[in-house]
């Protein structure tokens, strides 16, 4: 039998989970942006952010609604294909579009999957740098109960929760300042933890969750709680995951390998952000030095991208 182990190592084995500390400590959000951490609680949505930007470069009607026939939305892109003269995508629906070239902004965990097909295969040092990062699940849960009984007030708004098992609704945060009489709270866990609960029904997860406030508060009358979201990043195929993560033993050396394109193909994303990976700024700035990287390469010539070596 012959045993292809560059493949074994890279699409099965199971991805690290220990983190390295040199892009974490200092982490470069806080020294850049503060160290306060605010919940928003507009209503609107962080989508309304999104509309915004599209809407400053895509046609848009008198309401501000986005009309322009570029945009094409609920299109499921399955296979990627290049060559030195450009670049053919084909979408779920069989739909064709043709390029000069692409910018790739899927997850990290969706490049780790097969639900994006380029022809040619990337290259192997292209392989090797996607899976050599780790997409991380995180998840925040929100639960509802008829009554309060946490602790509230200033410099109580986050609690937590001891167990021995890691990850296990360890973090809690309350919202009274966010949406007042809401009796809402939200417990944040992670990793194996996020990938069991989202695999099991929500009234199992809202019977762990009461469980562990039970034991939180011996003193309280816990409630049962009335209504459950949980989202699902890990099970949905176009996520895979929450954020990227930089496990011990990489460097500059295979981010930049990450985040440089293949020919036509270009890459954005959180995941290719050097300083802010895992954040909503850090996507939206990668965004803007990818696209900066192709227009050099597409209208300046300029497409040699530079490596730095591992250890230089």
């Not at 695999?199 to 034991?215: F, G, H, M, Y």
Request: a neutral charge.
């Amino acid at each position: 039998m012959v045993v292809d182990y560059f493949k074994y190592d890279y699409e099965f084995a199971e991805p690290p989970r220990v983190t390295s500390l040199q892009n974490n400590v200092p982490l470069p959000t806080f020294s850049d942006f503060g160290d306060d951490i605010y919940f928003v609680a507009d209503q609107r949505g962080y989508e309304s952010v999104v509309y915004y930007i599209a809407g400053q470069y895509l046609k848009t009607d008198k309401s501000g609604k986005i009309v322009d026939p570029r945009l094409q939305l609920n299109k499921v892109v399955r296979e990627i294909s290049y060559s030195a003269s450009g670049v053919t995508v084909k979408t779920e629906d069989n739909s064709m579009y043709k390029a000069d070239y692409v910018m790739v902004s899927a997850s990290l965990g969706v490049l780790q999957t097969d639900l994006i097909q380029f022809k040619p295969q990337l290259p192997p040092w292209k392989v090797v740098a996607i899976y050599q990062f780790d997409m991380a699940v995180y998840t925040k849960i929100f639960v509802k109960f008829p009554t309060k009984f946490w602790p509230e007030g200033k410099g109580r708004e986050f609690f937590l929760y001891a167990s021995s098992r890691r990850g296990y609704y360890g973090v809690w945060q309350e919202f009274e300042a966010q949406y007042p009489d809401a009796n809402v709270l939200l417990v944040t866990v992670t990793d194996e933890e996020s990938r069991r609960i989202e695999q099991q029904s929500d009234n199992q997860t809202k019977a762990e969750i009461v469980e562990v406030l039970r034991k939180m508060f011996p003193g309280k009358d816990v409630p049962d709680a009335t209504d459950i979201l949980v989202p699902r990043w890990w099970s949905n195929r176009f996520y895979k995951g929450t954020f990227s993560n930089w496990p011990i033993g990489v460097n500059r050396y295979e981010y930049d390998q990450l985040r440089a394109p293949v020919g036509r193909v270009y890459f954005t994303g959180e995941h290719t952000s050097e300083h802010y990976n895992g954040y909503v700024h850090g996507a939206y700035l990668s965004g803007i030095d990818s696209a900066e990287i192709l227009i050099n390469c597409a209208q300046k010539k300029r497409c040699k991208y530079h490596v730095q070596g591992k250890y230089d």
